[in-house]
Each structure stands twice: as structure tokens, then as C-alpha cells.
């Protein structure tokens, strides 16, 4: 998105985006797929908002994504509205990302006049089932979009943009933010990763120091160069060469965040957040990644030459996890949670997954099938490289049934208050349930994958945050 275009505010507020949700949440008034699975087909016309905003929906989709877009936008087939939904995700996610990075980078741009000092984004949660602002679907299912958010919202982020628009990257803006009361050493690491097999090299290294509560811009890479043959070049065009890319559209720039464990004493930077992107790519090193790595795509998705990909989605156990607020159970599903020793913790039932991919694949999500199931996953939205398997949870929420019975069980006891946790604790019950298994299937801008029923053996293993 165009950087240019939003405005400079104290505080930025009511701004989103439109986004479809998931077809599990739609197909309750779609009964038939041959006609109604489509975004423009009469049922989902009539329940959107408006009509325009599903003509524009699929006018983004065509403009934005090009060959990726055509063919599932008319078809109307599971494979195809599933692969359109995502699409629009992906666009919805995009678009607010690009907003809300704007507004976090204008407390500390100096070209920003007034300096921004938050955002409030346009909106939580949806009231019917239909293509709408909001990051949580109509049950409570979360949409790609709630997971950026976590990201964009982070303690400390990495963000860039392309200069002098998203069409034309010649040279990139870097930010980087903290909020967090201390000072953070940190090291941040500029490579290319090829489309084509997922190749990464290491293109430049940055010392960063951030002040408590403070934040950076790097201007290193928006300008241009002359080079010997008397062309000009843009930064961008020469950071893509050295990184083994001869067409734009075959690569895109990593931004990663880490501890620098030289000037590191004791354990200043010990409780930052680590990044959830890092975690898929496990340790560098032993580094410690500080913020969510920021992907940077320099041409339009439909210049990027990317390959089919194919998945393999191992689950790898189910299980009973206890949820609550350090997991992110109550996000969205009304989970209680409580500031230090305080909050009910809930007994959730979980599925562990392991996906795979042998082609580069941005921007790939995760959906539970089952729409009586409304739960969610530890993170969505990955950028999938072959070799490198991204491990994931599922918390299970199924939709209460009327008149069904529950068997419950009084495991709660007193706890200490802390901070949100009231002063005399809360006593909770915990629901007792069979493990359940269900089906998943895996989108990517290019390609789709529907999980065969797991065959694992079922394990009840309880763990707390």
C-alpha cells in the first residue's frame, strides 16, 4: 500500500478494511455449492453489507493478485471460494497492516506533523455472517487479520514500505519501535530469499540501539545509484542482485530483529517479546529473535513469479492444554484471564500440526473445517520455505449445542489477586470433553490443500503456560 496516502494523526481511529470470513462461517445460507459459492453470487450478496463492498472485494482481488485470482473468483466450487476467501484475507490483513505501521512509525518520524501516538482499528468483531471490517468472525473464529494485528501490535516491530510506491519499489523505509521501559541492543539482519527454492542470503547487518520507549528509521536503503554503465539503479534493485535475484518478482527482502549478544549484560533484553516468526525458524545461533520478522515483497503479487507448492500436514498429537490468557485462549472467545497470580485458567483441547511446503509459499494460512468448531490457532499467515516446517497448535471452541448435556468438573480452588485478578480469586469449572479430532486444510496464494483425516493416537497431556 501507499504509504503517501494516510494521514498524520494524534491518534488514528475507525479505520479498516473489508474482508471475507471463512466459508465454514458462511456456508450455514449457502446450500448450494454450485451457485452459491461465489463472491458475487446472489446469497452472499445478500447478506453483505452492501453489494459494492463485494464488487470491490473482487475488483482488489483482480488488480492485486492477477493469475492468482483468476479462476476462483467465478468458480464456484469449495476449492475455488476457499482459495477467493483467502485471497481476500490476505488483501484485508494487508491493507490494515500497512495503515497501522504508519501510524505506529509517526511517534518517532520527524516528518510526521502531529506525531501519531496509537491507532484503534475498525473492528473487533462481526454481528452477522458476512464479509465485513472485523478481525473475528461471527462465532469467533479469527481471520488472518487478528493475527497480523498481534503482530503490528507487538512490543517491539520491524516495518518497511516501498518508496516511491508499492508499483514502482525502487528504495525501502525502514522502521524500527519499542515500547517496551528499557533500552534495547539489537542486531537487524537485511537478507533476499529466492521464490524460486527459498534460498536465503545475508545482504547487510545493522548495530540498532533503541531507546526506552523509543524507535528508529533507517534511510540506508531509499536511494539511488549510478551505477558504471550510467544506469539508475534503485537501492532495491541492487539489494535484489546480491541476494542472486536477476527479476524482482523473484524474490522478496527479510527484515529480522535479534538480540546482540555483544554488548549484552545480564539480562536486559531477556524479557522481550520473541518473534513468531522466528520461532517457525527456530534459533539462529542461539539468537534470540526480538520482534515479528517483517517480510517485504517488492513488486505486486501478480508480478511475483511464484511456484505451485505442495503440502504435507502432519498432525502430530491432540491433546489437553491449559488455556487462559498467556495462550490466547480468551482472545475473541470470552476466556477469562486475570494479571499476575490471578485469572481462571481453562482446559482446552488442542491439535498439534506440522506443515510442510517444497516451494516457497507467502502468505499461507490454516482453517478448521468443521463449522461447528470456532477455535483458533497459535499463528496463521506464515511464509513457508522448503526445509523449513512450521509447527503450530489449534485450540478447539465447539459451538455449544442447545439442550446438550455437559459433563462438568469443579477443579477450581482460591487464588491470590494480581493485577485484573480481583483480591480473592475466582473458583472455576472446567468442561470435560473427548479430545476432538478434526479436519484442516491449507491456503496459499497459490495453491490448496485439503488434510485427510488424522489417524493419530490420541494423548491427553496437560501443560500451563
Known sequence: MDDSQYPDVVWASEFGWVGMPSLETLQSYLPNATTDYTLLSPRVSQKGDTASGLASIYTSLENAYGPYAWGVQDASTKESFRRAIHLSQVQQSACMRAETEHYRRGRDDPK????????????????????????????????????????????????????????????????????????????????????????????????????????????????????????????????????????????????????????????KNDGAQRATQGEHDGKRGGVKGLAPDNMRWIVPWRDARLGEATFTVNVLSHGVSRGGANTGHDMGHGGVGGGGGGGVNIMVNTTFLEIRSDHVSPLTSVYCSDPNDHGHFSDNGFWLVPGKPIQITYYHHPKKVTGQKKARKKTGKKTGGGAGGGTGGVEADEEEGDVRSSDFYVVGINSYYEVPSPTVTTTSTTSSP
Open 112 to 267: 510526521s506533523a502531529p506525531h501519531t501516538m496509537g491507532s484503534t482499528y475498525w473492528m473487533l468483531d462481526s454481528a452477522w455472517p458476512a464479509a465485513d471490517w472485523a478481525s473475528l468472525e461471527w462465532g469467533g473464529r479469527w481471520k488472518l487479520l487478528h493475527y497480523e494485528m498481534q503482530k503490528v501490535y507487538s512490543p517491539i516491530v520491524v516495518s518497511s514500505y516501498c518508496t516511491p510506491s508499492p508499483q514502482v519499489c525502487r528504495g525501502i523505509e525502514i522502521y524500527i519501535g519499542s515500547e517496551r521501559p528499557e533500552q534495547i541492543d539489537a542486531v537487524l539482519t537485511l537478507s533476499v530469499v529466492s521464490f524460486l527454492d527459498g534460498s536465503e542470503i545475508d545482504v547487510a547487518v545493522h548495530t540498532i540501539q533503541l531507546a526506552p520507549r523509543g524507535g528508529l528509521l533507517l534511510h540506508d536503503y531509499n536511494n539511488s545509484v549510478t551505477t558504471t554503465g550510467g544506469k539508475n539503479l534503485g537501492t532495491v534493485d541492487l539489494v535484489s542482485r546480491s541476494g542472486g535475484c536477476a527479476f524482482l518478482g523473484d524474490c522478496f527482502i527479510r527484515l529480522r530483529l535479534e538480540e546482540n549478544n555483544a554488548t549484552k549484560k545480564g539480562s
